[in-house]
């Protein structure tokens, strides 16, 4: 890959919870229009890194962060940086789906609105390509002004992202958006994540080894808050160059 296909990297990313090392010397490149999972062990830091993605650890007044966060060359965490609008361009799915009680045409239009859309055909628009996109329309369009809650977990979840493709960001990360979803709605999430990196870049944790097999395009293996390996998805679960990925990838720990 080319350095200019870059859109997002860590540089000697340390990160503490108070006396708890969660990350340690992590630095890891993100490529444009690819999928990249993390994967490891409960606890070894993965959801911490997806967090410092955007900047959602800032929330924790016992959070230190040291190293850089580069996105397109800027660090995030650099001051100056107006974290709304960096928000807007790396978006997060949450592990549960979580759409607002509000009608599912709302929960799409909701961001839209915040950023300043105001013209209603506008704002139409972007409901119906947003819901297209996440693979949706076609289950809602005759009941977008009924309330989201009435969706299935899995219609939720792509309601979601639905939601964050709305403001039009570049980055989506999902932290285990399949966790609370049945087989079928997980293979249509599965799906749309392909279909989505032809226009965006998609950051997934996943507890799921198959499932990292089948979604990404580059694998990260964590461990203890290290980045113990982190390549083409292919060789790392065919013929991963550190002993510990292996042991882990073949099921003797985890
Ligand atoms: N807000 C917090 N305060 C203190 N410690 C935390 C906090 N969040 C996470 N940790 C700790 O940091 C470490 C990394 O947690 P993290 O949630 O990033 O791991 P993970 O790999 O995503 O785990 P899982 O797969 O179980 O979700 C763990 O030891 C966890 O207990």
Same mark, same amino acid.
């Given at each position: 890959m080319k350095n200019e296909d870059i859109i997002l990297e860590t540089k000697n990313l340390f990160l503490n919870y108070g006396d708890k090392?969660?990350?340690?010397?992590v630095s890891l490149k993100v490529y444009k229009n690819n999928v990249t999972a993390l994967i490891g062990p409960s606890g070894c830091g993965k959801s911490t890194l997806l967090r410092c993605f955007n900047r959602l650890n800032d929330l924790l007044d016992n959070c230190q962060i040291k190293g850089e966060v580069l996105y397109h060359d800027k660090n995030?965490? $650099?001051?100056?940086?107006d974290v709304v609008q960096m928000r807007k361009k790396i978006g997060m799915v949450f592990q549960h789906p979580n759409p +607002?009680?509000? $009608?599912i045409y709302e929960n799409v239009a909701y961001g839209p609105r915040v950023h300043g859309v105001k013209d209603k055909k506008t704002l139409d628009e972007i409901v119906k390509r947003s819901l297209k996109k996440a693979a949706l329309w076609d289950e809602v369009h005759e009941r977008l +002004?009924?309330?989201?809650? $009435?969706?299935s977990g899995g219609q939720q979840q792509r309601l979601c992202i639905a939601r964050t493709l709305a403001v039009e960001p570049e980055i989506i990360l999902m932290d285990e958006p399949c966790s609370a979803l049945d087989p079928i709605a997980t293979s249509k999430i599965e799906s749309l994540i392909d279909t989505l990196k032809q226009d965006f870049t998609v950051i997934i944790v996943t507890h799921s080894m198959q499932q990292a097999a089948r979604v990404s395009d580059f694998t990260g293996f964590m461990y203890l808050g290290e980045m113990i390996e982190f390549g083409k998805t292919e060789k790392i679960f065919s013929?991963?160059?550190?002993e510990l990925t292996n042991n882990y990838i073949t099921g003797r720990f985890g």
């Open positions: 090392q969660a990350l340690k010397e995030l965490y $650099s001051q100056g940086i +607002f009680p509000k $009608s +002004f009924d309330n989201a809650m $009435s969706l013929a991963p160059e550190v």
